[in-house]
């Protein structure tokens, strides 16, 4: 079963505004990573954040963690069509001894210019 | 740049042929992981390596699949015999095992996009 599931699925937004996505996870972690994803490219990391951590920013991206109610979400300011893609968060197997990362369901972001 | 490299890009295959796809690790990096993404599934994790011993591959259809390690520079992931519910992009990440657990970067290739006809 997946560890992560995003919110919304699915969102289109015009160029300039914010996006806000959102992860919810099921197990106790000690890191969350957020992973963006071009159309037909493999995943690319965009920012860990760790469970002492409440925010952190990284350029147009911000990302919150709110370990009580095991979520994440992930904010991109001033969208830009180049934005376009799907984005995963990503936590690490609350299994000791193992080191597997599980991903989310993803939230397909668009763009519009 | 440093980069996880996969063969091939894309396959078509008839049902029932073996398929073996391959992947090169970022050299240095100790853990390899083969995921497969469909649009109904997502991204499942099939199997993964540290120092090239499987650690996991509870997420591997064992009938079919097999995946290996031969040495720290090739991944393996065969198909055998391949079905068309296999069609789908499978994708080898990797990273430093010691450091993921608490936090540190996996790094994906570009896919090896399947087609079983």
């Known amino acids: 079963s997946q560890q992560g599931e995003e919110d919304p699925q699915a969102l289109s937004i015009q160029e300039g505004e914010n996006a806000t996505m959102n992860c919810s996870y099921k197990?106790?972690?000690?890191?969350l990573q957020w992973y963006r994803q071009n159309s037909g490219r493999g995943l690319v990391h965009l920012i860990l954040i760790r469970s002492n951590e409440r925010e952190k920013h990284s350029g147009r991206l911000r990302v919150t963690l709110d370990t009580s109610k095991k979520s994440s979400s992930l904010l991109i300011t001033a969208s830009r069509a180049a934005d376009t893609a799907s984005y995963f968060c990503?936590?690490?197997?609350?299994?000791?001894?193992?080191?597997?990362?599980?991903f989310g369901t993803g939230t397909r972001l668009k763009v519009l210019a | 740049d440093a980069r996880v490299t996969q063969t091939p890009r894309h396959k078509v295959t008839e049902m029932g042929q073996e398929v073996t796809m391959r992947c090169q690790p970022i050299l240095g990096h100790n853990t390899v992981f083969w995921y497969r993404q469909t649009m109904m599934q997502g991204l499942e994790l099939l199997a993964y390596f540290r120092n090239r011993a499987p650690l996991d591959d509870s997420g591997m259809p064992k009938d079919r699949f097999s995946a290996e390690m031969p040495d720290a520079t090739l991944a393996t992931l065969k198909i055998q015999p391949s079905e068309p519910r296999d069609s789908a992009v499978y994708f080898c990440?990797?990273?430093?095992?010691?450091?993921?657990?608490?936090?540190?970067?996996?790094?994906f290739g570009e896919g090896s996009w399947l087609t079983v006809v």
């Open positions: 990440a990797s990273g430093l095992g010691d450091r993921l657990f608490s936090g540190n970067t996996i790094y």
């Open positions: 990503a936590t690490p197997a609350a299994t000791s001894g193992t080191y597997k990362y599980i």
């Open positions: 197990t106790s972690i000690n890191n």
